[in-house]
């Protein structure tokens, strides 16, 4: 069976046709309240096809008429909606924030096995199928016009999914990853192919999990203040919203070594998707922190360049810098945006 056919028949058992356009509106499950009783970022499970796949998805005002679309979908570090108060922010200017749990991040199953095997990550099989279902949730809720943000290791998701969702107007890659050698800062030299060949295999990656699980179950705040040590702007963020972080934590801690290495090659091995000149007729733009490393700040830029995408550079945040400099991210999107 060619790539081509496997992936085409993955879709078709998760309820997605290649061949027809996206049918309308179904019924949507029952809420899945998060911890906070009180929280109006509250979930709702919906199935996007015929088959058994669902997807977590918030909609902080479901105001169809007034606000347009931001769309969110988690990155792997942190798969929970961010702050009500950037909710809010948004809504005072206009726009409608959805956030998607993507598959195998939170109370929901990963994508099929099947698809998930070494062959068909590499063959970008798996990636496809998840951009199928994903624009099927958005035919689903009957969404136009959408600004698509992409945060961290969402971005190589949003990147197919601008280039094939008409319903997507305008995308934001914040803190994308287009392919710059992020093992560059490995230090000695010589251990950096060791450390490529440890984070980009399966059997590195069940490894990789056991150190995860073990970090975030020892101190999931400290991973976190880890994680986002660079900047500032994100600590900040991080602090005002500590209960967020806890519950997204216990969410990473279940993600599957197969999903974590799913992500993760996408998001650190050379994709060539990346194409020269891919976004020249995509409205997009790239939004990158200021708060992170020179060398990356540059190979960042050259690689936006290189791919026709505007690159803007926030003055606060780095791996969260839509969430930590909201006020740049609204910039950038009144200014570009169509």
Not at 52 to 57: C, F, H, P, Q, W
Not at 83 to 98: H, W
Not at 265 to 275: I, K, S, V, W
């Amino acid at each position: 069976m060619s790539g081509v056919n496997f992936k085409f028949k993955a879709l078709e058992n998760i309820g997605v046709s290649h061949r027809q356009p996206v049918g309308n509106t179904v019924p949507i499950a029952s809420a899945v309240p998060l911890r906070n009783p009180t929280d109006p970022r509250s979930f709702e499970r919906i199935k996007p096809g015929s088959g058994t796949i669902e997807l977590e998805v918030m909609d902080y005002v479901k105001d169809t008429k007034t606000l347009r679309p931001l769309l969110i979908l988690s990155p792997i570090d942190f798969p929970y909606p961010p702050s009500i108060a950037f909710c809010e922010m948004m809504k005072r200017n206009g726009f409608r924030v959805i956030y998607i749990r993507r598959l195998g991040f939170g109370g929901t199953p990963a994508l099929p096995r099947q698809l998930l095997t070494e062959s068909n990550v590499k063959g970008g099989a798996a990636i496809m199928a998840e951009v199928a279902v994903i624009m099927r949730a958005i035919a689903m809720m009957d969404l136009e016009d959408v600004v698509l943000l992409g945060v961290s290791s969402a971005n190589p998701v949003c990147y197919r999914l601008c280039q094939t969702c008409p319903a997507i107007g305008f995308t934001v890659f914040s803190h994308p990853t287009f392919n710059q050698d992020t093992f560059e800062a490995v230090r000695p030299i010589w251990i950096q192919p060791v450390a490529r060949q440890i984070v980009l295999t399966k059997l590195g990656f069940k490894l990789a999990a056991r150190g995860l699980r073990f970090k975030i179950k020892r101190n999931a705040l400290s991973f976190y203040d880890d994680f986002y040590a660079k900047s500032a702007a994100d600590l900040k963020y991080r602090l005002a919203n500590e209960k967020d972080f806890l519950a997204a934590a216990t969410f990473v801690e279940q993600i599957a070594p197969e999903t974590l290495y799913y992500e993760v090659f996408h998001t650190l091995a050379e994709d060539p998707f990346l194409r020269d000149g891919l976004f020249l007729n995509v409205p997009s733009v790239v939004l990158a922190g200021s708060e992170t490393t020179t060398h990356w700040l540059a190979s960042a830029e050259a690689e936006a360049n290189r791919l026709k995408v505007p690159f803007v550079k926030a003055p606060r945040g780095g791996i969260l810098t839509a969430y930590a400099s909201p006020d740049s991210l609204l910039q950038v999107i009144n200014t570009q945006a169509t």
